[in-house]
Every structure is written in C-alpha cells, then in structure tokens.
C-alpha cells in the first residue's frame, strides 16, 4: 500500500495532481481543499495517500493533512459512498465543519454539499456518529467550533443574496484564516466587498 508521496508538481487542477517521485510520475486524485493548500509547480509537496484496488484499476487518493486522510476512510465505509463521492464531500466541507455537521445531526449542512442528497446526508449521521470522534483535527486550520457557527451563517446569507455557495464558501474561510476574530457582520460585509471587487 502506497501511504505517502514526496516529490515534485510537474502539473496540478483542483481535482489531479502529477508528482514526480524519484522520476516516476504518480497521478493522485485530490481533493479541493489539498489542491487550496498545495504549492506552485516545480515545487516539492508531500501528501498522504490511499490507493484503491479494483479489477479494472489502481487510483491513488491524496490528501494534504492525515486528517483529511482518516475522514476519506470513514466515509468509504459508508453504504453507497464510493471514493469519488468521498473526495467530492471533502472539496465541498473541511474535516472540522464535517464532524460538526455529523455530531450536531445537521442534515441541511450535508445536503448542501453537491453530490449529497438527504438519504445519504442522514446515512452518513447515522453511521459516521460514533466513528468521526477518532478523526483528529490538526489545529494548523487556526478555525475554531464558533468560527464555523459563524461562518455557516455568513455563508447562508450569501447564498440567500443569491451568491453561489461555492464561491461564498472560499470567500469566507480565507476572510477567516486572514481574521479569525471577525464578527459575523464584518464577516458578510468583507466577503460582499470580495465578491462584488
């Protein structure tokens, strides 16, 4: 099993990345929150890796943080998520607003991930409940439970101004990586000040 690369971007999109190992070129499939965390190309990256074994293939799975990593395993044990729909939930949620979506049964957090329905959202609840406590958070994130209370609000009423969550969603965590003492106002104003620049 292949659990962790080190080697050089020779080329990156926000779903695939091509690194050279020692001359060997491995394609890994990523997520968007490794690919917001990855450096330029031509530059050394390491990431964690999961490789997984079919008749007709071998994909490789990379993730920036083991956090990430561990998150990718408990939700390939889920009935119905396979690990394509596993990287599309880590692109659309961080591991921490995750846990807290599964711990506080919030199923419209869930849903709002693209690729999630609401069967699938309640199944991840009910299965993930008592396994996501063992997936530790690096702190390296700096965004503490209230920040998320916080920004899943700001978030809200962006969307509800009729701006695309995607969009809202990114704008709003690197306002709070930059300043994660923003109140919720300053939050949504600075993100409307970023959205309409």
């Known amino acids: 099993m292949i659990g962790y690369l080190t080697g050089k971007i020779i080329s ?20 968007v929150n490794t690919f917001d965390k990855l450096t330029e190309e031509n530059s050394t990256t390491s990431l964690y890796t ?21 998150l990718f395993e408990i939700l390939i044990s889920v009935n119905g998520v396979g690990p394509k729909l596993a990287l599309g939930i880590l692109s659309g949620i961080n591991v921490d607003e ?7 049964n919030n199923i419209s957090r869930l849903v709002a991930i693209p690729g999630i329905g609401k069967k699938t959202a309640e199944r991840m609840i009910v299965e993930l409940r008592d396994k996501i406590n ?6 390296s994130s700096g965004l503490s439970g ?20 995607k969009t809202a969603e990114l704008t709003t965590r ?24």
Do not use: H, M, W
């Open 12 to 31: 990156k999109k926000p779903t695939q990345v091509l690194l050279d190992v020692n001359g060997v070129g491995y394609i890994v499939n990523i997520s």
């Open 50 to 70: 999961y490789l997984s074994v079919r008749e007709d293939a071998l994909t490789l799975y990379g993730f920036y943080t083991s956090s990430e990593k561990e």
């Open 146 to 165: 209230t920040t998320f209370t916080i920004k899943d609000d700001a978030v809200a009423a962006l969307i509800g101004l009729g701006y695309n969550q």
């Open 134 to 139: 063992k997936v530790i958070v690096e702190s």
């Open 98 to 104: 995750f846990k807290n979506a599964v711990t506080n």
């Open 174 to 197: 690197k306002l709070l990586e930059q300043n994660p003492s923003l109140s919720i106002e300053d939050l949504i104003k600075e993100s409307l000040k970023k959205l309409n620049s």
